[in-house]
């Protein structure tokens, strides 16, 4: 008979299908390794977290200092009032 299958043929059949599907998982498995991992997960990740700030390396600065390197980066006649404050650790 055309178009059915003996049972000989069906069980070929349904093995080929179980092979054909377990190397489709096989498959999908490798390439999820290939998958990068998400970097950024929030303002709470690791690399936020250990983040080192910019700007902040190099000697110490002095109260007056500071001052004097504020009002010449926003220029002398635009600032009216400094005021220092201090925080973090090692205060």
Known sequence: ?????NRRQSKK?????????????VSIEKNMAKTPELIYDGPFSDQMINRKPL?????????????????????ADRVQEITAFEEGKDI
Do not use: C, P, Y
């Open 55 to 75: 700007g902040l390396e190099g000697d110490e600065v002095s109260k007056k200092e500071g001052e004097r390197i504020a009002r010449e980066f926003f220029g």
């Open 1 to 5: 008979m055309l178009g059915s299958l």
């Open 13 to 25: 059949v349904r093995e080929g299908n179980e092979k054909i599907f377990q190397t489709s998982l």
